[in-house]
């Protein structure tokens, strides 16, 4: 018989398999979640070299590039060359790429929203108190 989870480990549990929950919400399923990840980096500080994205995501520049390739293939991420220095290339979100993170966020929220409404006001006042100490703990 497995052992009980301890309460760190089933609040663990209870959070990864939100954010599981949560990141199944996407606007198209061929874009992988490493891929959402770079797009999702890219609408918070838009544009970036290929090194930058390398280091906020921790892959080696090599895996980045191929990251990269497959979201310009799908349209969703541009390459310019930087007007300071022609031997750099600045990546960014295309209008279709900006589209996906829209839809992936309205789609998220909008399922985050309506498992909301559907507790009671207690639990709800309970997860806005908890909020802030989750992302402490994300945070650090």
């Avoid at 890219?42 to 990251?67: D, I």
């Avoid at 930087?82 to 929220?109: H, I, M, Q, W, Y």
């Avoid at 985050?112 to 989750?134: G, N």
Wanted: aromatic share 2%.
């Amino acid at each position: 018989m497995p052992d009980e989870p301890t309460d760190d480990q089933d609040l663990r549990l209870a959070i990864q398999r939100l954010a599981r929950r949560i990141r199944s919400m996407q606007a198209d399923d061929e874009v992988t979640e490493g891929q959402r990840a770079v797009l999702f980096a890219l609408a918070k500080s838009g544009t970036q070299s290929l090194g930058s994205l390398s280091e906020h995501e921790r892959v080696t520049p090599p895996s980045m590039n191929r990251t990269i390739n497959a979201l310009v293939e799908l349209g969703l991420v541009t390459r310019a060359t930087a007007p300071d220095d022609a031997r750099k290339v600045c990546l960014d979100l295309s209008p279709a790429g900006a589209a996906f993170v829209s839809e992936t966020r309205r789609r998220r929220d909008a399922w985050f929203t309506t498992r909301l409404d559907a507790l009671p006001s207690e639990q709800r006042r309970m997860l806005r108190q908890v909020a802030p100490i989750l992302r402490d703990l994300a945070d650090n």
